[in-house]
Each structure stands twice: as C-alpha cells, then as structure tokens.
C-alpha cells in the first residue's frame, strides 16, 4: 500500500508541472506589463519614479531572456519558495490574497460534499432498491430535473423562499455584520452549503442507482437471496458494499464540478471565499492572482484523487496495487 | 462497452463480412431482421423522454432561429415611450428590462446565443477530441503518453475555472467563450476515443484489413471511426448540455457574453438585484426556464440515444 501511495503520488508530479505550464503560459499572454505583477507594491513605486532603476530590475528579473526555459524556471523556482507574484489591483501578495479565503471555501465545500454524499448515496441505494416505484419515479425525476438547473437559479430561489419570503435565513454574506460567534457563522453557513450539495447529491443519485442496480443483478446477490438471508442484509451488506466502489471513483470525479459549483455559489451568497476571488481577479484581469488560484486548485483536486485511489483500494481488496505494472 | 456488444460494430463487421458472431442484437424480434441501426432507433423511440427532448429542442432552435418573427421588438432596442422595468403588457410579452428593452426579445435572442454556444463548442471540441483520440489510440507508445498526459493536466484543474481565465484574457464575448471551451473542452472526447480504439484495435477485422494491406487512413477512418460514432454522439449529446451551462454561467457572471448582447445568463444577472429578484420575476424567471429546460431537454435525448446504442444501460433505468 504505502508503495502504490508513493508511486500514486509521483504519478501526479507531471501533472502538477503541466499546469504550472499552462499558468506560465495564462501568465505570458496576459496584456500588461509583467511586471507590475511581479513586484513588491512598496519597491514598484519606487522603481517607476527611476526609470534606470526599472530596467534593471526587469534584468534582474529576467523578463529580457527568453521565455522558455529560461522565464519559466526562474517563475517555477518563485512558485516554489511560496512566491506567486502580486496582485495587481489590491497589491498584496497572492499568497496573502489566498491564504485569507481557502479557509471559508474549504468550509463550504466540506460542508456541501459531505451533505451531499449523505443526501445522495442513500438516495440512490433507496431509488434502486425499489426500482420503477413512485418513489423511485419521483427521486430520479427530481435528480434529473436538479442536475439540469444551474446553479445560480437554484441559489436565487432559494434566497427568494428562504431569506426574502419566510425570512427565516440570511441572504448571504459570512457574518451578520458585528457578530462573529460559531452559531452565526452556522446561520449563514445553511444557505449556500446546502444549494451546493443538492447540486452535487443529483449525478451522485444518478450514479448510485445505476452502480447499484447492476450489482442487484448480479449472481452473488441472488445467490445471497436464495440461502435465505434477510432483505436488508442482502441489501447492506452484499449489494451496498460492491456497489459503493464505483462510486468512490465518481465522487473524486465531482471534485473539479464541485469547485464550480462553489465559485458560482460563492457569488450568488455574497460568500468571500477564492470562488469570488476567482470572479474578481477575471473581472479586473489580475493575471497572477488567477494563475495562484488554479494551481491552488489544481493541487487540492489531484490530492482528492489520490485519497479516493486508497480509498479505492482500501474498498476493494481485489485492487491489489504492490504489484508493480 | 466492447467491440462485441456494440450495435454499430456489429454493423460494421457485416459489412466488412466477418460478422459470424453467434449474439446477433440486431434481431430482437424472432423471425424479422432488424439491422442494428433500425433497433437503436426503435429503442430510442421507446424512452419516451427522449421524444419529449426533441420535441423540447426543436421548439428551442425554432425559437432562436425565428427570434426576429416571434418579436416586433430588436433585441437591443430602448423602448423609453414604454419605460423600464413595466410590468407583463399585450406590447411588451415580459415586460421590459432596467434599459426599456423587451424581455421576450431578449430570451428569444438569448436561445440563440445558447444554441450557437452549445453547437459550436462542442463541434470544435468533437473535432479536436476525436483527432487526439485517433493519434493516442492509433499509434500509441510516445504519442499516447504525451496526449494522455496533457488531458490529465486538462482534466485536474475545475473547467469553470480555466475557462473563466481564458475568457477574461482574451476578452468576453460570444466567440471567445465558443473557442475557448471548444479548445478546453476535447480532453474527454480524446480519452473515450483513445479507450474504444484500443478495444477495437485488438478485433479481428481490423487484424484482417491489416493482413490484406489496407492503409493505416483507411483503418482509421473507414473502418475505426465508424464503430465509434455511437459513443461519440452521446458524449456530443452531453457537451450541449455542458457547454449551454458554462456559458449561462459565465455570462451570470459577467465573464461570458455581456449586455447588449442577449444571453439567458446575462439576464439572470439581474436577479442579483433583491428588488428584481422580488419585485419583478418576469425579468429572471422565464430565461431560468428557458435554461434548465434546453439543458433538460438534451439531457433526456442524451440518456435516450445512450441506451438506444447501449442495450445494456437500458436496464439501469
């Protein structure tokens, strides 16, 4: 096991340096003056007083040698040392840009997978359980419907039901402006996290039913009815446990989809995650930010796949992965 | 899904006169031959969804097509005699938006911005998609790895998010949000490409076109192509559906298609305001209609012609 991790992980690592490539690539085409994004704010406005100054910081930056390798190094060895420029509109520095909104995104998202894995695999076992039943009619058909919704309509209805109608939850926003206990945090928390999941729940449904019902086909599982053994354990413990293999594979799969879900949620609730720092530095342009903010996300997307790979593995013990390829 | 159990390389094996499989899935009715065409057609017009979905989405490009006779109103034109943000009228269908501008006319103009978006990118993706495909599976070895690679790279950052920093680099409009999720948008296509070839690499016919000489383009294009044709119109199918939903979103946001121009998205935006979002429904809920039903639309034909060309996924439903 812990040798398939290690290989699992340096697999990854050409992964990670295409899309440092494609970053430096985003970088490079960007309009503007590479190097108002690449200094210090304090230092810049010292240097363009100078113009003498400016040039030979360009030279010491590198921006007179070629781009390829020669630039792309020299920005892979910054990226390296936690270095990823600076914003140009706000002027701090992307790690401290980022470094302040991962946490409320991570919340969010936490939150929103987890409802919506334990909303959407019991709803899918359910549905294929009692397949072609009205339940199972209108769960599917309500699955289907969601998964077609975007999810910016979702989340205005929802503020339109449940914070303008009935009034019983905030529109948006972290905080209630001057709190900032556990439980208002909680408050705010409800709105956005759950339109997120039931996005994500429907395919997970779709996914579940289908996986499970192939394995309700299966021989082992009439052979299992056939000895006689209660409904519920042939369900739970003969059907479910297969049928949960697949879809480990497709949760890791919903990992990307979930980040755009989050983005657009993060805007529609007013949420100051990196899903609205994302929209922001789009709007103003802001090249580094954005490229720290896909090789953030780049990053956290080939970890989860890894976790569901040994999550894989740990669910399947026919998945025999010591044995060298 | 295997060379065996597909309808459509079953087809094709006749054709080429070596289909002496003992399954024939063609002849589902004792007695008649059905050609296995025929029978995804018949299973297809079974799901009964799938019809309600091209019936949908034929009303939809009808819409976007005939926009300027469903309307007396341009889509960009300032109706100030009427004033902004009235109410439903015999004139104006939808009211009028914050700059007087007809509603009605704007989702008709808006299907249109959809239906271009969910066609184009997705025929340019196909394209791109089926070609890398070919190369990896065709030839394999460095080729292969280097492709396999790149689509990884592609497939590890979230979509939305690459696609809203290509957008916002080379400008938001139609076209750039067509291109870039056409350009971004292959990786996918390549990999159900490169999986089927690889199957189908491995059957006899294609040993036996080898063995009698035919020419690699041959192979590849008679005799491949064909046989995945299936698959490649579901994952087609489900690109609309994709690609109508990035660009709602993209233009929701802002970074897609912006005002004037029409977009389902960019009328939505709207809502953000809480006196739209309260007051005047009729300027944001008939384009969430309009989106979610395209989208459902396509989605019920996709589900239709997956179990029509996959007897298999039938039973799943």
Redesign the interface.
């Given at each position: 096991m812990g040798a398939y991790i290690i290989r699992r992980i340096l697999i990854s690592i050409?992964?990670l340096i295409?899309?440092t490539i494609?970053g430096f690539v985003?970088l490079k085409?960007?309009?503007g003056d590479p190097l108002l994004s690449s200094v210090n704010p304090e230092t810049l406005a010292n240097l363009l007083s100078h113009p003498a100054l400016l040039e030979a910081e360009r030279h010491r930056l590198g921006f007179d040698q070629p781009i390829f390798p020669n630039q792309y190094l020299n920005w892979l060895a910054g990226v390296l040392q936690g270095d990823f420029g600076y914003s140009v509109t706000s002027h701090r520095s992307i790690a401290e840009e980022i470094g302040t909104r991962v946490p409320q995104t991570l919340l969010l998202m936490v939150t929103a997978l987890t409802m919506a894995i334990c909303i959407g695999i019991p709803i899918g076992v359910i549905t294929a359980v009692r397949q072609y039943s009205k339940l199972d009619y209108v769960l599917n058909s309500s699955a289907?419907?969601l998964?077609?919704?975007?999810?910016?309509?979702l989340g205005?209805?929802a503020?339109?039901v449940f914070a303008?109608n009935l009034h019983v939850l905030p529109?948006g926003q972290l905080h209630t402006v001057g709190k900032s206990d556990p439980f208002d945090a909680l408050y705010h928390l409800i709105l956005p996290a759950t339109v997120l999941a039931i996005v994500n729940a429907a395919p997970l449904v779709r996914y579940t039913?289908?996986s499970m019902?192939?394995v309700l086909?299966s021989e082992y599982v009439t052979t299992a009815r056939s000895k006689g053994l209660s409904q519920r354990l042939v369900i739970m413990r003969h059907a479910f446990r297969n049928a949960l293999i697949p879809v480990i594979t497709i949760v890791a799969l919903l990992i990307?989809?979930a980040?755009?879900g989050a983005?657009?949620t993060e805007?529609?609730f007013a949420w100051n995650g990196m899903g609205q720092l994302?929209?922001k530095?789009?709007?103003a342009?802001d090249?580094s930010l954005?490229?720290g903010?896909?090789l953030i996300?780049?990053i956290a997307?080939?970890v989860a796949?890894i976790v569901a790979d040994i999550g894989y593995a740990l669910a399947d013990p026919r998945v025999a992965y010591d044995r060298a390829k | 899904m295997t060379a065996r159990n597909d309808p459509d390389a079953l087809h094709s094996m006749a054709e080429a006169e070596l289909a002496q499989l003992p399954v024939a899935l063609g002849t589902q009715v004792l007695g008649e031959h059905v050609s296995p065409r025929r029978a995804a057609a018949r299973r297809f017009l079974r799901y009964r969804l799938a019809i309600v979905g091209v019936i949908m989405l034929t009303i939809i490009i009808l819409m976007a097509i005939f926009a300027p006779l469903l309307t007396p109103w341009p889509p960009n034109w300032l109706d100030l005699a009427a004033g902004a943000r009235q109410p439903p009228s015999p004139e104006h269908l939808l009211g009028t938006d914050v700059s007087a501008r007809d509603i009605w006319s704007r989702v008709l103009y808006g299907a249109r911005t959809s239906m271009l978006v969910g066609f184009g990118a997705v025929t340019l993706y196909l394209v791109i998609g089926t070609l890398m495909g070919l190369a990896a599976g065709f030839y394999g070895r460095f080729i292969d790895q280097g492709i396999m690679?790149?689509t990884?790279?592609?497939?590890?950052?979230?979509?939305?998010?690459?696609i809203?920093?290509?957008?916002?680099?080379v400008g938001p409009s139609i076209v750039s949000v067509i291109v870039v999720i056409g350009l971004l948008g292959w990786p996918l296509t390549a990999r159900l490409v490169r999986g089927q070839l690889l199957v189908l690499r491995e059957s006899e016919f294609i040993t036996a076109s080898r063995v009698v000489g035919v020419p690699d383009r041959t192979i590849l294009f008679r005799h491949m192509l064909p046989n995945i044709l299936g698959p490649l119109t579901v994952v087609a199918t489900f690109g609309v559906?994709t690609a109508v939903?990035l660009e709602?979103?993209l233009s929701?946001?802002?970074?897609g298609v912006r005002p004037p121009e029409a977009s389902w998205?960019n009328l939505?935006t709207e809502?953000?305001s809480?006196v739209v979002?309260?007051q005047l429904p009729w300027q944001?809920v008939p384009a969430?209609i309009m989106?979610?039903s395209t989208?459902?639309a396509v989605?019920?034909i996709g589900d239709g012609l997956r179990d029509a060309i996959d007897p298999r996924?039938a039973?799943?439903r």
């Open positions: 050409p992964v295409g899309i494609i985003a085409l960007a309009p289907i419907f998964a077609s919704t975007p999810v910016f309509v205005l209805v503020i339109y303008v529109t039913r289908a019902l192939d086909d990307p989809e980040v755009a983005v657009i805007q529609v994302a929209v530095a789009a709007n342009r090249p954005m490229m903010i896909i996300t780049g997307v080939l796949n | 690679r790149f990884d790279t592609i497939m590890a950052i979230p979509p939305l998010l690459l809203i920093v290509f957008v916002s680099l559906a939903l709602a979103s929701f946001l802002g970074l998205g939505i809502a953000t809480p979002l309260t944001w969430a989106i979610t989208v459902l989605n019920f996924a039973k799943d």
